[in-house]
């Protein structure tokens, strides 16, 4: 590569989590004063008005400069339009990479067109598996392996899975975690939701929940069941619970009678990640959010009955409850009690993964 010479890359970015894993490599680029110059591809698979231009601000990144607008649908039906989409952005213009992250819909599709156009996949957080194959997500995680170039993972244990799959180790880069970097980096500017004196809410006396998985939310009976459990063994202590588009459509059809539990608009990045940082406990059904609770040492009790981020239970502040709502007293007593394991923070979640992610493309580039 011509150090003189500009490089086109593709950054694509389909749902939020995307924009704050790519806020990390544009303020990589930038700080780098490196020679690449970066296209911001936002292939439109969510739109929401925590996508509007104050989530950008928060994040200190410019707005998209292109729009695929693929918009919702079945998983077939969105793919398609991301593929039609961004292959006619190749058409126009192919750039030297396609950096792709994590596992939603829009990193197969767009790694796929881009490998049929000759483009090189470069992907962050490759290699994590859940080895759950009822997970869309699980599907585009082994998909997009099969044909990335290079692997930029958050774990050694990520790496032993690529190497298992037949992915030479000279392409596989262990960087740390690029969404520890933006929550880092943004931390200092972290606020107060609108919402906090009304509920008067002070520093660890509330608990945060989050639900969106289709296993938690879909059956109206099993959600009403969640929040009645979570309600009856919390102490009487504040529960926060930012309603995801996806469960508010499910608690419009229950009839409720909860105590403790205050549905509140979801929140942008700096209110959000203030709630968690400063909560009691987390309960979630997000991989995300159990690597910010273990980042700020806060207890997480994940709904699931697996995990993508096992380094968030063997070293983090994360265990897992499963599915079923029986479960959860369980952990709630030991929480309560003051049992709750102590965690500590996962190797290389120091604030420069996107630095080292530059660096090494500058490098196999020039190769």
């Not at 086109?8 to 700080?31: E, H, M, Q, T, Y």
């Not at 030297?96 to 490998?115: E, H, L, R, Y």
């Not at 539990?261 to 309960?283: C, D, M, R, T």
Request: a neutral charge.
């Amino acid at each position: 590569m011509n150090r003189q010479s500009e490089v086109l890359v593709d950054l694509i970015a389909g749902a939020r989590p995307n924009f704050v894993k790519l806020a990390s490599i544009v303020r990589a680029i930038k700080l780098e004063k490196s020679v690449i110059k970066y296209r911001l591809i936002h292939t439109g698979q969510h739109y929401s008005p925590s996508l509007s231009d104050s989530f950008f601000e928060q994040l200190d990144l410019p707005k998209p400069d292109i729009n695929l607008g693929a918009g919702s649908g079945t998983q077939a039906e969105q793919t398609a339009k991301i593929m039609v989409g961004y292959e006619q952005v190749l058409i126009k213009e192919k750039p030297a990479v396609c950096i792709v992250v994590g596992d939603v819909n829009s990193t197969m599709a767009c790694a796929i067109v881009a490998k049929k156009s000759g483009v090189k996949v470069a992907h962050i957080e490759a290699g994590i598996r859940s080895y759950d194959w009822n997970m869309p997500e699980e599907i585009n995680r082994v998909v997009t392996d099969s044909i990335t170039n290079w692997f930029f993972t958050t774990s050694q244990l990520a790496n032993k899975n690529l190497l298992s799959q037949g992915v030479k180790s000279d392409n596989i880069f262990f960087v740390g975690n690029t969404m520890i970097d933006t929550l880092l980096n943004q931390s200092p500017r972290f606020c107060k939701p609108n919402f906090w004196f009304e509920y008067n809410l002070t520093n660890k006396n509330y608990i945060v929940l989050t639900l969106h998985r289709p296993a938690n939310v879909d059956d109206p009976n099993n959600l009403l069941e969640i929040l009645k459990t979570i309600d009856e063994n919390t102490n009487g202590m504040q529960v926060i619970f930012p309603v995801h588009p996806r469960t508010n459509s499910i608690l419009d059809q229950l009839e409720m009678n909860l105590s403790f539990i205050k549905f509140v608009p979801p929140q942008g990045y700096l209110e959000f990640n203030y709630l968690v940082k400063n909560s009691f406990a987390v309960i979630t059904d997000s991989g995300g959010i159990s690597e910010e609770a273990t980042m700020f040492n806060v207890p997480c009790l994940t709904m699931r009955d697996n995990t993508e981020r096992p380094e968030t239970i063997d070293l983090g502040t994360n265990e897992l409850v499963g599915t079923n709502p029986a479960m959860l007293p369980k952990f709630l007593k030991i929480l309560f009690d003051g049992n709750w394991k102590n965690g500590s923070i996962p190797p290389k979640w120091d604030g420069n993964t996107g630095s080292r992610i530059i660096k090494i493309i500058h490098k196999l580039l020039e190769g």
